[in-house]
């Protein structure tokens, strides 16, 4: 026997995914409940149900109906909290989204409250929403995704002698997310680089701001640029995958921060 309890939580909505004619799959991130997938039948053409609470990273009150022993729940409404559509009208910024998105479902479990990470996301949206890049927005939120679950290790203290490294010169180390001194080696598999000043710079400011305080940082945040390298790398190391989605900010990022991408069938 099936049992079905009636569900409310406020959500992100992550991805949603077409079923049929009408109906979608939508997979959400909810406060309480952690990773939240299921079926919103004819949602295409509810709007009373969904209407204007169907656009990506949209933040909602969720109510659906909990099927124990199932994969796929009912999702029966969505009310819009806050829209993030507007922004998103940007390519960069929506390119931006869209990694938080697969990171965000990568690393939120089912039944699994998480409300430091659950913060972290709607920080990020609002920190974007009040002007920050889009870069700066996904380097802040990855090292703060890596910190919140416990895969950040301590930047202060070199990773080889665990000498604090206050005042001195650094290394970082990646994929495994390390800061050295110059005396002490990489280990075998670590690629070693020499950070520049601004990469340095968002290292050491990233643990104690808020997001809107890196909009500075939007440079030293580019894809290709040492961050990338040490965070994205160490990220998808730790979660043991890479990410579909940060080839399309990528894509964007090299055809300028203020001109829409052209389009290309080969891009996602
Ligand atoms: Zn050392």
Known sequence: MICLTLRTDEAFLLDSTRLGEADLILTLFAREAGTVRGVARSAKNSRKRFGGALEPMSRVRLNWTERSGRDLQRIDSLDLLQSYAEM??????????????????AMAGENDPDERFFRLLGAVLDGMQDGLGPFAAVRYFEFWALRVHGMLPDLTRCSGCH????????????????MRCPGCPPEAGM?????????????????DSPPSALADMETACRPGRTLDWFLRRGLEASAERGFRSY???????????DRPPKRDSNTR
């Open 163 to 178: 000498e604090s490294l206050a005042g001195r010169e650094v290394r970082l180390t990646s994929p495994d997310l390390g």
């Open 247 to 257: 080839r399309h900010l990528s894509t964007v990022a090299a055809h300028g921060a």
């Open 191 to 207: 690629e070693v680089r020499v950070p520049e000043a601004d990469s340095l710079s968002f290292l050491s400011r990233v643990a």
């Open 88 to 105: 998103q009208s940007d390519p960069n910024l929506q390119a931006a989204c869209a990694v938080l998105a697969e990171i965000t479902r």
